[in-house]
């Protein structure tokens, strides 16, 4: 399309910081990916802080240390697994590259060969059962979560069920009932209430889509004609100023020119105004097809236009122009109307260095008047 005019500003870009260097080797640069680890990195927080809780419990021979050496030392290599499959992006391979159900289902598996471990002190694993169901609600699907509540308590109820008969000094059995009950009913809640979760999100997610709708939209009403489609007054004042900003640091030089319609009331007036619209988008559309993609084109008001032209090499900058006015003569412009054909004059002006854009206009609206005056359908270039 010739409307694209648009080049890059040659901002420099500033060398990233050593910590956001260090950031983007620990947790890549990837959005996604660096959401997934920087979870699996604050659940590795948690995991450590218990391990070293561990270590100290064992030390002070509050509970068996062999044991909780064995679940801690599994802890730390299942959360080193992940971190490798996902760090080094093998994650990417599954439906869900989260991989939340099964950190999750590891996760909880831990939890209970900790809680088989800790002998006096079992219960104080019961509350990270719910982190863990915590951390899956916010990136899984209602029924995962679901899955993931019936796994744990099926886990964590062999696990009370055992050791209340190998162990019942420290596992008493109705106390094992009761922390069983009371497990199974805050499970239950975190599954309902994953229900409302997943339906927040989907309706954020709804929200969030027709947002940037609107927004596009707006986008485009701001910078384009809404009946030719074509980039308006104000886009097009913004690409003149852009490209004049880009002559002062040695950019193309460029020609500023004005097209109007000839008799275009008389089309109105004797086909009715939505003939006279068809027409001015019939117009838009050819000299879109017409025009070089460096060139631009956009609507000035009513039916005249403003196009800016680089200069790329010694020639006439009408040349564009006279091809616009070829095509325009053998092309109908309204389906209505098929032997409609429009015809326009066009005044050019080629832009000088540090000349205000005003000025240039100026020059150009003399050059289309001069064109008008000496009979239309013509390009006089001053
Ligand atoms: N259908 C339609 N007509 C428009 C639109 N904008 C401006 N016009 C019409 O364009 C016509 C311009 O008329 P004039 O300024 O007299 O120009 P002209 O008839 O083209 O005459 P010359 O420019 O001297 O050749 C007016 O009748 C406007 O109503 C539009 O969006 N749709």
Same mark, same amino acid.
């Given at each position: 399309?010739?409307?694209?005019?648009?080049?890059?500003?040659?901002?420099?870009?500033?060398?990233?910081?050593?910590?956001?260097?260090?950031?983007?080797?620990?947790?890549?640069?990837?959005?996604?990916?660096?959401?997934?680890?920087?979870?699996?990195?604050?659940?590795?927080?948690?995991?450590?802080?218990?391990?070293?809780?561990?270590?100290?419990?064992?030390?002070?021979?509050? =509970?068996?240390? $062999?044991?909780? #050496? *064995?679940? &801690?030392?599994?802890?730390?290599?299942?959360? !080193?697994?992940?971190? %490798?499959?996902?760090?080094?992006?093998?994650?990417?391979?599954?439906?869900?590259?989260?991989?939340?159900?099964?950190?999750?289902?590891?996760?909880?598996?831990?939890?209970?060969?900790?809680?088989?471990?800790?002998?006096?002190?079992?219960?104080?694993?019961?509350?990270?059962?719910?982190?863990?169901?915590?951390?899956?609600? =916010?990136?899984? $699907?209602?029924? #995962? *979560?679901? &899955?993931?509540?019936?796994?744990?308590?099926? !886990?964590?109820?062999? %696990?009370?069920?055992?050791?209340?008969?190998?162990?019942?000094?420290?596992?008493?059995?109705?106390?094992?009932?009761?922390?069983?009950?009371?497990?199974?009913?805050?499970?239950?809640?975190?599954?309902?209430?994953?229900?409302?979760?997943?339906?927040?999100?989907?309706?954020?997610?709804?929200?969030?889509?027709?947002?940037?709708?609107?927004?596009?939209?707006?986008?485009?009403? &701001?910078?384009?004609?809404?009946?030719?489609?074509?980039?308006?007054?104000?886009?097009?004042?913004?690409?003149?100023?852009?490209?004049?900003?880009?002559?002062?640091?040695?950019?193309?030089?460029?020609?500023?020119?004005?097209?109007?319609?000839?008799?275009?009331?008389?089309?109105?007036?004797?086909?009715?105004?939505?003939?006279?619209?068809?027409?001015?988008?019939?117009?838009?559309?050819?000299?879109?097809?017409?025009?070089?993609?460096?060139?631009?084109?956009?609507?000035?008001?009513?039916?005249?236009?403003?196009?800016?032209?680089?200069?790329?090499?010694?020639?006439?900058?009408?040349?564009?122009?006279?091809?616009?006015?070829?095509?325009?003569?053998?092309?109908?412009?309204?389906?209505?109307?098929?032997?409609?054909?429009?015809?326009?004059?066009?005044?050019?002006?080629?832009?000088?260095?540090?000349?205000?854009?005003?000025?240039?206009?100026?020059?150009?609206?003399?050059?289309?008047?001069?064109?008008?005056?000496?009979?239309?359908?013509?390009?006089?270039?001053?």
């Amino acid at each position: 399309m010739p409307t694209k005019l648009a080049a890059l500003s040659s901002t420099p870009v500033s060398a990233p910081a050593p910590h956001s260097r260090l950031a983007d080797l620990l947790l890549t640069s990837d959005p996604r990916q660096r959401r997934c680890l920087t979870v699996l990195l604050l659940a590795s927080l948690v995991t450590a802080i218990g391990i070293a809780l561990c270590i100290a419990g064992a030390v002070l021979d509050v =509970f068996p240390g $062999r044991d909780v #050496a *064995v679940v &801690a030392v599994l802890a730390a290599a299942t959360m !080193a697994t992940f971190f %490798v499959i996902i760090r080094s992006g093998v994650n990417q391979r599954f439906a869900d590259p989260t991989l939340a159900y099964p950190q999750i289902i590891a996760a909880q598996s831990l939890v209970a060969a900790g809680y088989a471990a800790l002998g006096p002190v079992h219960t104080a694993t019961l509350p990270l059962l719910v982190l863990v169901m915590t951390f899956g609600m =916010f990136t899984m $699907r209602a029924a #995962a *979560v679901r &899955a993931a509540c019936i796994y744990t308590l099926v !886990a964590i109820g062999a %696990v009370m069920l055992w050791r209340s008969r190998t162990d019942p000094a420290h596992y008493p059995p109705l106390l094992e009932c009761f922390n069983f009950v009371m497990t199974a009913t805050v499970l239950a809640a975190i599954a309902q209430l994953s229900n409302h979760l997943v339906s927040l999100r989907a309706r954020l997610k709804s929200q969030r889509l027709a947002l940037e709708d609107a927004l596009a939209q707006i986008r485009e009403l &701001a910078t384009h004609d809404e009946l030719t489609g074509l980039p308006n007054r104000r886009h097009m004042l913004d690409l003149l100023n852009e490209h004049a900003q880009r002559r002062t640091r040695g950019g193309q030089r460029f020609y500023v020119g004005l097209i109007d319609l000839d008799h275009f009331k008389a089309i109105n007036d004797s086909y009715g105004h939505c003939v006279g619209d068809e027409a001015l988008r019939g117009f838009a559309q050819q000299a879109q097809a017409v025009l070089r993609t460096t060139d631009a084109i956009g609507r000035w008001g009513g039916e005249e236009f403003l196009l800016i032209l680089p200069e790329n090499g010694p020639g006439e900058p009408t040349v564009g122009i006279e091809r616009l006015r070829a095509a325009l003569a053998d092309t109908a412009v309204s389906s209505s109307v098929p032997q409609l054909r429009l015809r326009f004059s066009a005044g050019l002006t080629r832009v000088r260095d540090g000349e205000p854009i005003g000025q240039v206009i100026e020059r150009a609206d003399h050059a289309l008047y001069t064109a008008k005056s000496a009979g239309r359908g013509r390009a006089v270039l001053l």
